[in-house]
């Protein structure tokens, strides 16, 4: 099934079946969050991470307590006199200090990892991979699992997820880079496992395509709900690509949909409408089902926004110095409540302890 729906096309629907409205920007700023102190007792934020010049983007964390994340080096403003950087992806051990784990990452940005511990990876565009790779932490073998979608080039794949099945799911959208948009719309894939014997690439479906932006993708805790967050800047438009003219403004929002047991997405719930002034981007679910959204533009100010799968917003958080968050993960085990987050601008990675475990990785 292809959707090819704008947000506002979403909230349309949501209106004619009678769904609950969607929390709507005109509202957010004055929404006085019901639980703040359930979800962000006594907040302090801890830097762990800063410098470079790239944004810091994907988070996930391994089966021994280390934390995952990316460094997308952008071409503009990150390439010198002996080139164009490649991006990285960098390790924070537990205990210890983050170190470079590869580079060039193709450009990675999300990162997710599965129950046999591998590294899900998806390498977006501006001299990127432009495809989703799975790295075997424990013997660091590395392989490309999904590249074109009816032979053509994936555009630069965002944010990953994947489910208890082994599913991956991810966006693909282009934000940045001078590349061909080989994939005339943006959109949701879904990548299945492979059957037993099988080679090569793995089995691709797309699963939801939109004209915004699809950003930031997640799961509820029993993987029967898949999050899809729109940010669309404006930038990189499909229009550019000889395509008709686009709303360049674009839209941000989250956006449910229900997945059946083959892992297909039903009809959209819009939980929330930023209009053109807001921006939702990577996301997490503690174990109760709640939402933490990175919103690293909004009216009512940047920050981490909570809210209940019913689409209530209960919490809200500032960053120090008001900075943009642009994803957000959970850590393992006995981390399980220390949230970590990451920012765009001079790329820095905070963490904080939090009333609410994440959820348990898939598996």
């Known amino acids: ?33 019901a639980r703040q102190q359930e979800f962000f007792p006594a907040p302090s934020f801890e830097l762990v ?10 988070l996930a964390s391994a089966s021994d307590g280390s934390i995952y994340f990316t460094e997308i080096t952008r071409s503009v403003g990150c390439s010198d006199a002996a080139g164009v950087q490649g991006g990285r992806i960098w390790v924070l051990p537990p205990g210890g200090r983050p170190r470079i784990f ?61 489910d208890s ?20 719309i943006n959109a949701v894939y879904r990548i299945d496992p492979p059957a037993a014997g099988a080679r090569g690439l793995w089995p691709l479906t797309r699963i939801l395509g939109d004209n915004s932006k699809m950003n930031g993708v997640e799961l509820s805790p029993d993987g029967r709900t898949l999050y899809v967050g729109h940010c669309d800047p404006g930038t990189n438009a499909l229009g550019e690509q000889g395509r008709a003219a686009l709303d360049r403004t674009g839209a941000g929002g989250l956006v449910a949909y229900a997945l059946d047991a083959a892992g297909q997405p039903g009809a959209p719930r819009v939980l929330l409408d930023l209009e053109k002034a807001g921006c939702v981007d990577g996301m997490a679910t503690d174990v109760e089902g709640n939402v ?55 790329g820095k990675i905070y963490r904080l302890r939090v009333n609410k475990g994440g959820s348990a990785p898939a598996h």
């Open 1 to 33: 099934m292809r959707l090819t729906l704008t947000l506002a096309v979403l909230l349309l629907a949501v209106q004619a079946h009678a769904q609950p409205a969607p929390l709507r920007l005109s509202n957010l700023g004055d929404t006085a969050p």
């Open 49 to 58: 991470h800063s410098g470079g010049c790239g944004v810091m983007e994907g």
């Open 102 to 162: 590869r580079e060039p990452s193709n450009m990675a940005a999300g990162v997710a990892i599965d129950a046999q511990d591998r590294l899900v990876t998806a390498e977006g565009a501006d001299f990127g991979g432009r495809r989703v790779s799975v790295t075997d932490l424990r013997s660091g073998n590395y392989r490309v699992v999904a590249y074109f979608h009816e032979n053509r080039q994936l555009n630069a794949p965002n944010d990953v997820a994947i």
């Open 165 to 184: 099945a082994g599913r991956i799911y991810f966006s693909d959208l282009r934000l940045f880079g001078a590349e061909t948009m080989e994939q005339r």
């Open 292 to 346: 933490y959204l990175a919103l690293p533009s909004a009216p009512s100010g940047p920050g981490i926004y909570v809210m209940t799968p019913a689409g209530d917003l209960v919490a809200r958080l500032q960053l120090p110095n008001r900075e943009s968050p642009v994803n957000l993960g959970f850590g393992r085990g006995p981390e399980a409540n220390t949230l970590y987050v990451a920012t765009v601008g001079v």
